[in-house]
């Protein structure tokens, strides 16, 4: 069973702040994926990485996969309130099918 | 696009009866899965289908639960007979065979069984 752990599992800092969330796991993915949760609502994704070592920015967010795609990390600069949400990543099997497996999350909260 | 339309957004059953829940994935997409999510296990994986054909359902707790997708519209997930632990928020989402594409989720259903 391939798991994905997530750290920290809560998180709450003031506005301005920069913080790193992580997702860890033995296996190998083939590609992962990072997702906000809203409460009510369903995850919304955030960006996919692919390639071992690969960085992506979007705005204030900096995603890095593994150079061994057996991890990746999030991490946000500045953090403002409407960053506050459930952050969860997911790693593609590389067993064939099309599934991705879901971490266990990171709630943030960004107080004003 | 309206996105993934789940229904009902609630539902509140007495323990033994037969839950329905219903998806309608986005028209064009030729996945469909099917996750549920509780504080204690997080969001997890129960069936997921491509081009209406089941193709993994490991996740399913037990026989108490099936899916079906008699069209590419339409999907459903029931539970018979319903048990207090099944309470959870149920997701349905609907992606392409894309690397960079990422699954849609819908709004979720929210199950309580009293």
């Known amino acids: 069973t391939q798991l994905l752990e997530q750290s920290p599992q809560f998180l709450s800092i003031q506005e301005g702040e920069n913080l790193t969330v992580y997702c860890n796991s033995s296996?190998?993915?083939?590609?992962l994926q990072w997702y906000r949760q809203e409460p009510g609502e369903g995850p919304v994704l955030l960006v996919t990485?692919?390639?071992?070592?690969e960085v992506k920015k979007l705005k204030r967010l900096t995603f890095q996969f593994g150079d061994a795609r057996k991890d990746s990390s999030l991490h946000i600069t500045a953090a403002q309130p409407g960053d506050t949400g459930l952050y969860l990543c997911a790693g593609r099997t590389t067993s064939g099918t099309y599934k991705y497996i879901f971490g266990t999350g990171t709630r943030l909260k960004v107080l004003a | 696009d309206a996105g993934v339309i789940q229904s009902p957004r609630h539902e509140v059953t007495e323990m033994g009866q037969e839950v329905t829940l219903r998806c309608k994935p986005i028209s064009g997409h030729d996945y469909l899965f099917w996750y549920r999510q509780t504080m204690m296990r997080g969001l997890e994986l129960l069936i997921y289908?491509?081009?209406?054909?089941?193709?993994?359902d490991s996740g399913m707790p037990e026989d108490r639960f099936s899916a079906k997708m008699p069209n590419a519209s339409f999907s459903t997930l029931k539970i018979q007979p319903s048990e207090p632990r099944d309470s959870a928020v149920y997701f349905c989402?609907?992606?392409?065979?894309?690397?960079?594409?990422?699954?849609?989720f819908g709004s979720g259903t929210r199950l309580t069984v009293v």
């Open positions: 289908f491509n081009n209406n054909v089941p193709i993994d």
């Open positions: 989402a609907s992606s392409w065979d894309r690397v960079s594409r990422g699954y849609t």
């Open positions: 296996s190998v993915f083939s590609s």
């Open positions: 990485v692919v390639t071992g070592g």
